[in-house]
Each structure stands twice: as structure tokens, then as C-alpha cells.
């Protein structure tokens, strides 16, 4: 590493006051440099900053005050403004964003194409660029066709073909399955080292900060804290005040070097490996403690009859030429009063058209769906219980549309012809729930995605549905975000709602839902509690799917102790299981 790609000189930027909204200031005085070939993250809660930073790394916003520099240009100076973002390429949240060609190959050489290079020299970057990305076999297929995660190394591989000097990825594993997260994090380490990128990251998976060469822990617009990943995250306290986590390996080593009094090397635990080793060597002659199980939530009543109940449903979606491509096969499930249903299986694996059947939006075309005992075959029947059923999708901007927060969230209850008053309580109460009463005047497209992806929540909930379903309801949210957002869906189970959430994320499915559906490729492959849906690793590994963390933790020293509760799924428990385990003897 020599030299600084990247510098930022007393930069601050603001989003300017539209049709009477407030100026909000996004960035505050912010100094801090980026050296060519490295790995930097930046990490922080939804709306501190970082996305506005990342876009004012390439001249996508200009700073109000201050001065960017990209490799010494100005991002001010119009000249040299389409070499900087040539050097420095960006790779957003959603993959569809920046897919514009009819092929993958066409959409490689859009970039190249404008700097008008020769049809040879267009030619070689996009295998050159495919190669790098792993999709080089793929490269007649259509967009359309591919999966999240090959979608979004198609993002990167356009970005390549321009030969930046920098990748910044803005959440740009976010949306994807476990395996294809580990994918695109396994390309951006051969970037750095085998091609010599300087990769800047934003994620809220703070795992993704370990490999890191530096990490920015971004507050109100400025650098709250900063240093190597080891010294970030060491500093536990201040890391969960800016409303993050720290990976749950680190914090079960912190607990048990706390309990058992034995100090630790930040530098060994900030692995994985490192953690287990220490904290073997710690409770290696301890004696074990009383004997702690973990939680487990009760489940739902077995005896009442389910709100939606699922029979031999099969789906396929037509294509333009060709075979159908089936969906789903005779999926069968059922969901009872106040039950949380976790939804789980890789992308692709038929969860999303699975959620759609429930309102309605696709009809059964084979099987029977049943709502609130009511088929919803019948066309009458679906408008009636869409009055009872709210579901989020995926991508939350497909929701929002209104000029304001407030007007977006209250277009629901509006539709339900309540009158004013009751359309302000309900817009409140939502608003007050997510966290987001203080942005009801903003307009929704100036919102970070975390806050976007609130509002569009808010929107739902306002509705007061009996039944409400969430596509990836957290992703693109801080940990704290998220935390809050399942303890209030917690709230709403206990008050009387089921709910159906749709996640990649096994850490939050398995500490919060009472059951989990795994599909794979159309198909259920598992049904149970989270206990039983962890228990195998390999089962979990079939379907892309990752085992929890603190449970993985246990997982890796189970064969050091007798009678470990592995099915922890919080890192207190994890913690407490450890301390309470009697380690194994030479005979057994």
C-alpha cells in the first residue's frame, strides 16, 4: 500500500429543503483518507452518513463545504469528474438498479462502450471482467435469469470492465442468501490481493468488517471511532452505543474472560479460531457451574385452528420460450393464532411466490390456499381478506410513493375510509413503533434504505392486519434496527397477530420465530422449531442457509464437553452454557 486513493478535507453536505421540507444535514466536518490497496469499511446505524459518504467518494453529490480528492482530482472540477468515477466504481444495495443490458455479456460492455474503446478491446474486458467474477459460462444468459447473488457479481463485473482503481460497495451483500454473501466477500479478498483494488465497504454485517484493513464507525454524519477491526470491537460498549454488534464469537470470549477472570489478546479473539482456542484454554481446569438450559419460546397452541392453512400448493412460472420453471411443489403448511412462522431457504427457493399466494396476489393453481378458513380461489374472498392480510416485499421503494412519510404510511388506513383522527392515531402509533416519528415530514426517497425500508414497515402496520407477512423485513438495518424491529414484532405477536417473516438471517429466525420453514429448490425441506431446524449443520449447509452464530460457537466446542446445550441462540446463553458444561474426560 502507498500513497491515498481517497481524501476527504472538511467535508459537509446537507439535503436541501424541497417543497417546504428542512434541511437535514448528512455529513459534519468530516476528515479522513483512504490508502490505495486497501480494505476499508465503514460501519453505523441507518441515516449516520455512510451512503451519502460513499457518494461523495465518486462526485455522485458534491460537498457543500470542504473538498473531496480521488488519486489528487477534485470531485468539483467538471473535467475530471468522468476519470473519477471511472477510478472509482460503486455497486449499490440492489443488483436490478444497475442491470440495464438484454444479456450479461451486452450489460459488461455498456461501461467500456462510452469510453469509446475498440470492438477487440470491449471484447477482451468483458471475458477478462466475467473471469474475475466467476460468470464468464454465463455470460449469453439473460439478466433476468440469474440469481441475487450472480446479479450482483454481474454489478461488480460491469464496474471492473471500466479498470477502476477503487470498488465501493454500498450494502451490497444486503439482499443476499448466506452463500452468495460468502461468495461476493471471497471476490472482494481476491480483488484486493490478487488485482490490487482498493475496496471501501458499507455493511451492517459486522462480520464482513473482520477482514477489513481498517474500519470507520460513522455517527451523525462524522467518524465516531475508527481503527484496525481488533480495536474496534474491542471497545464493546461504545460500538453498541452507535447502535451496531459485535460478532457474537468475540462477545461469548468476552463473557467467559470476564466470569473466569483470565484476560485475553484482542488480536486472538477477533477470529473465530482464536475465540475458540481461548476460550478452551480458559475452561480447561475449570469446574463446571450449575447446570443452565437455554430459552426456548413456548410455540404456538397445536389445538387451534390455523389462520392459514396450505395444501399440495404447486406453481410455475411461464417463460418466453421454453418449459415452465416450477416454483413451487406441493408445499404444504400451516400457521396458528399469534404464531411467528420464520420462512428460511436460499434465493430462488420459491419463498417469496410462497407469500404472495397468502393475499391473494397469485392465485392457487394447483392445491388449495386457506385464509382465515375463507379460499382464497375465490376472487371475492381476496379482496375481503386483503383487508386482514399486510405483506412487505422485498424491496421496500417498490412500497413507498407519497411526497412525505407521513402521507406514505397513512395511505393504508386512508383506504380503509377511517376518518382523520383515527388516520392520525394509526399513522402515530406505526411511526412511534419503527422508531421514525421524528422523519414523518421527509420525503421517503431522501430516507437511507434502513429508513426506507421502516417506513415501508410503518406502512404496513398501520393497517392493523390480523396477519402480517415480511419479505427480508431487516435487511439493509442497523443490528440495533434490527433488534428493535423483532422485539416490536414480539410485541405484536402477544397482542394478538401472526406473523410470517421471511428472512435470511437464522441468528434473528431462531431466536424470535416459534417455528421455521426451510424450502429448497420448490420444496419443503424441513419444518420445526429452531432447535430442531439448527440441530444439523449439514442441513442447514443443503440449503444455504447459515447456522447461528452463537449455536456454530458451541457447534466448535462441543467435542470438548459432555453435556453442552448447544441449541443456544443468544450469546448470554451461549455464554452460560459453556461455564455450565462438564469437560469431557480422556476415557469419555
Same mark, same amino acid.
Given at each position: 500500500?502507498?500513497?491515498?486513493?481517497?481524501?476527504?478535507?472538511?467535508?459537509?453536505?446537507?439535503?436541501?429543503?424541497?417543497?417546504?421540507?428542512?434541511?437535514?444535514? %448528512?455529513?459534519?466536518?468530516?476528515?479522513?483518507?483512504?490508502?490505495?490497496?486497501?480494505?476499508?469499511?465503514?460501519?453505523?446505524?441507518?441515516?449516520?452518513?455512510?451512503?451519502?459518504?460513499?457518494?461523495?467518494?465518486?462526485?455522485?453529490?458534491?460537498?457543500?463545504?470542504?473538498?473531496?480528492?480521488?488519486?489528487?482530482?477534485?470531485? *468539483?472540477?467538471? +473535467?475530471?469528474?468522468?476519470?473519477?468515477?471511472?477510478?472509482?466504481?460503486?455497486?449499490?444495495?440492489?443488483?436490478?438498479?444497475? #442491470?440495464?443490458?438484454?444479456?450479461?455479456?451486452?450489460?459488461?460492455?455498456?461501461?467500456?462502450?462510452?469510453?469509446?474503446?475498440?470492438?477487440?478491446?470491449?471484447?477482451?474486458? #468483458?471475458?477478462?471482467?466475467?473471469?474475475?467474477?466467476?460468470?464468464?459460462?454465463?455470460?449469453?444468459?439473460?439478466?433476468?435469469?440469474?440469481?441475487?447473488?450472480?446479479?450482483?457479481?454481474?454489478?461488480?463485473?460491469?464496474?471492473?470492465?471500466?479498470?477502476?482503481?477503487?470498488?465501493?460497495? +454500498?450494502?451490497?451483500?444486503?439482499?443476499?442468501?448466506?452463500?452468495?454473501?460468502?461468495?461476493?466477500?471471497?471476490?472482494?479478498?481476491?480483488?484486493?490481493?490478487?488485482?490490487?483494488?482498493?475496496?471501501?465497504?458499507?455493511?451492517?454485517?459486522?462480520?464482513? %468488517?473482520?477482514? %477489513?484493513?481498517?474500519?470507520?464507525?460513522?455517527?451523525?454524519?462524522?467518524?465516531?471511532?475508527?481503527?484496525?477491526?481488533?480495536?474496534?470491537?474491542?471497545?464493546?460498549?461504545?460500538?453498541?452505543?452507535?447502535?451496531?454488534?459485535?460478532?457474537?464469537?468475540?462477545?461469548?470470549?468476552?463473557?467467559?474472560?470476564?466470569?473466569?477472570?483470565?484476560?485475553?489478546?484482542?488480536?486472538? #479473539?477477533?477470529?473465530? &479460531?482464536?475465540?475458540?482456542?481461548?476460550?478452551?484454554?480458559?475452561?480447561?481446569?475449570?469446574?463446571?457451574?450449575? #447446570?443452565?438450559?437455554?430459552?426456548?419460546?413456548?410455540?404456538?397452541?397445536?389445538?387451534?385452528?390455523?389462520?392459514? +392453512?396450505? &395444501?399440495?400448493?404447486?406453481?410455475?412460472?411461464?417463460?418466453?420460450?421454453?418449459?415452465?420453471?416450477?416454483? =413451487?411443489?406441493? $408445499?404444504?403448511?400451516?400457521?396458528?393464532?399469534?404464531?411467528?412462522?420464520?420462512?428460511?431457504?436460499?434465493?430462488?427457493?420459491?419463498? &417469496?411466490?410462497?407469500?404472495?399466494?397468502?393475499?391473494?396476489?397469485?392465485?392457487?393453481?394447483?392445491?388449495?390456499?386457506?385464509?382465515?378458513?375463507?379460499?382464497?380461489?375465490?376472487?371475492?374472498?381476496?379482496?375481503?381478506?386483503?383487508?386482514?392480510?399486510?405483506?412487505?416485499?422485498?424491496?421496500?421503494?417498490?412500497?413507498?410513493?407519497?411526497?412525505?412519510?407521513?402521507?406514505?404510511?397513512?395511505?393504508?388506513?386512508?383506504?380503509?375510509?377511517?376518518?382523520?383522527?383515527?388516520?392520525?392515531?394509526? $399513522?402515530?402509533?406505526?411511526?412511534?413503533?419503527?422508531?421514525?416519528?421524528?422523519?414523518?415530514?421527509?420525503?421517503?426517497?431522501?430516507?437511507?434504505?434502513?429508513?426506507?425500508?421502516?417506513?415501508?414497515?410503518?406502512?404496513?402496520?398501520?393497517?392493523?392486519?390480523?396477519?402480517?407477512?415480511?419479505?427480508?423485513?431487516?435487511?439493509?438495518?442497523?443490528?440495533?434496527?434490527?433488534?428493535?424491529?423483532?422485539?416490536?414484532?414480539?410485541?405484536?405477536?402477544?397482542?394478538?397477530? *401472526? =406473523?410470517?417473516?421471511?428472512?435470511?438471517?437464522?441468528?434473528?429466525? *431462531?431466536?424470535?420465530?416459534?417455528?421455521?420453514?426451510?424450502?429448497?429448490?420448490?420444496?419443503?425441506?424441513?419444518?420445526?422449531?429452531?432447535?430442531?431446524?439448527?440441530? &444439523?449443520?449439514?442441513?442447514?449447509?443443503?440449503?444455504?442457509? +447459515?447456522?447461528?452464530?452463537?449455536?456454530?460457537?458451541?457447534?466448535?466446542?462441543?467435542?470438548?464437553?459432555?453435556?453442552?446445550?448447544?441449541?443456544?441462540?443468544?450469546?448470554?446463553?451461549?455464554?452460560?452454557?459453556?461455564?455450565? %458444561? *462438564?469437560?469431557?474426560?480422556?476415557?469419555?
Amino acid at each position: 500500500m502507498c500513497g491515498t486513493v481517497i481524501d476527504f478535507q472538511n467535508v459537509s453536505f446537507s439535503y436541501g429543503a424541497q417543497q417546504g421540507q428542512r434541511s437535514v444535514q %448528512a455529513v459534519r466536518q468530516l476528515s479522513f483518507s483512504i490508502e490505495k490497496g486497501s480494505q476499508v469499511v465503514l460501519i453505523g446505524r441507518n441515516g449516520s452518513g455512510k451512503s451519502t459518504i460513499a457518494r461523495l467518494m465518486n462526485g455522485l453529490l458534491l460537498p457543500d463545504q470542504g473538498q473531496v480528492t480521488v488519486d489528487g482530482k477534485l470531485t *468539483t472540477d467538471e +473535467d475530471s469528474i468522468y476519470e473519477i468515477r471511472r477510478q472509482c466504481g460503486m455497486v449499490f444495495q440492489n443488483p436490478d438498479n444497475q #442491470i440495464i443490458g438484454t444479456t450479461v455479456k451486452d450489460d459488461v460492455a455498456f461501461g467500456p462502450s462510452n469510453l469509446g474503446l475498440s470492438a477487440e478491446e470491449i471484447l477482451h474486458r #468483458i471475458d477478462e471482467s466475467l473471469a474475475m467474477t466467476g460468470l464468464l459460462d454465463l455470460k449469453e444468459r439473460a439478466p433476468h435469469e440469474l440469481s441475487g447473488g450472480q446479479k450482483q457479481k454481474l454489478a461488480i463485473a460491469s464496474v471492473l470492465a471500466m479498470r477502476p482503481d477503487c470498488l465501493i460497495l +454500498d450494502e451490497a451483500t444486503a439482499m443476499l442468501d448466506p452463500i452468495a454473501r460468502r461468495d461476493i466477500m471471497e471476490l472482494i479478498t481476491d480483488l484486493k490481493k490478487n488485482h490490487g483494488l482498493t475496496i471501501v465497504q458499507i455493511t451492517h454485517h459486522m462480520e464482513e %468488517a473482520l477482514p %477489513a484493513d481498517y474500519v470507520y464507525v460513522i455517527g451523525d454524519g462524522g467518524i465516531a471511532f475508527e481503527g484496525r477491526p481488533a480495536q474496534v470491537f474491542d471497545q464493546i460498549d461504545r460500538v453498541k452505543e452507535q447502535g451496531l454488534a459485535v460478532p457474537a464469537h468475540l462477545e461469548i470470549a468476552r463473557l467467559i474472560s470476564e466470569q473466569a477472570g483470565v484476560r485475553y489478546d484482542r488480536e486472538e #479473539i477477533i477470529s473465530f &479460531s482464536g475465540a475458540v482456542r481461548f476460550v478452551n484454554r480458559v475452561l480447561k481446569d475449570r469446574p463446571a457451574g450449575p #447446570i443452565r438450559e437455554c430459552a426456548y419460546r413456548p410455540g404456538p397452541d397445536e389445538s387451534q385452528t390455523p389462520v392459514v +392453512d396450505v &395444501s399440495e400448493l404447486s406453481y410455475a412460472y411461464d417463460t418466453p420460450a421454453g418449459a415452465p420453471i416450477e416454483a =413451487l411443489h406441493q $408445499v404444504s403448511m400451516s400457521v396458528r393464532p399469534g404464531e411467528i412462522l420464520g420462512i428460511a431457504g436460499h434465493t430462488g427457493s420459491g419463498k &417469496s411466490t410462497l407469500i404472495q399466494h397468502l393475499n391473494g396476489l397469485i392465485p392457487a393453481a394447483e392445491g388449495k390456499v386457506l385464509v382465515l378458513g375463507r379460499d382464497l380461489s375465490q376472487k371475492k374472498v381476496v379482496r375481503d381478506i386483503r383487508r386482514h392480510v399486510g405483506l412487505l416485499f422485498q424491496y421496500p421503494e417498490d412500497q413507498l410513493f407519497e411526497e412525505t412519510v407521513a402521507l406514505d404510511i397513512a395511505f393504508a388506513p386512508k383506504q380503509q375510509k377511517r376518518n382523520p383522527l383515527e388516520v392520525e392515531k394509526a $399513522v402515530l402509533r406505526a411511526a412511534k413503533r419503527l422508531g421514525i416519528d421524528s422523519i414523518l415530514d421527509r420525503s421517503p426517497f431522501e430516507l437511507s434504505g434502513g429508513q426506507r425500508r421502516r417506513v415501508a414497515i410503518a406502512g404496513v402496520l398501520a393497517a392493523e392486519p390480523d396477519i402480517v407477512i415480511l419479505d427480508e423485513p431487516a435487511a439493509g438495518l442497523d443490528p440495533a434496527g434490527r433488534d428493535a424491529l423483532f422485539q416490536d414484532l414480539l410485541s405484536l405477536s402477544s397482542e394478538g397477530a *401472526t =406473523l410470517i417473516i421471511v428472512s435470511h438471517d437464522m441468528d434473528m429466525m *431462531t431466536r424470535y420465530a416459534d417455528r421455521i420453514l426451510v424450502l429448497k429448490e420448490g420444496r419443503v425441506a424441513g419444518i420445526g422449531t429452531p432447535a430442531q431446524i439448527a440441530a &444439523s449443520a449439514s442441513f442447514l449447509d443443503q440449503a444455504h442457509l +447459515d447456522m447461528p452464530a452463537p449455536k456454530r460457537f458451541l457447534d466448535a466446542l462441543a467435542g470438548e464437553f459432555g453435556d453442552l446445550d448447544t441449541s443456544c441462540f443468544n450469546v448470554m446463553d451461549a455464554a452460560e452454557a459453556l461455564l455450565a %458444561a *462438564t469437560r469431557r474426560t480422556a476415557d469419555g
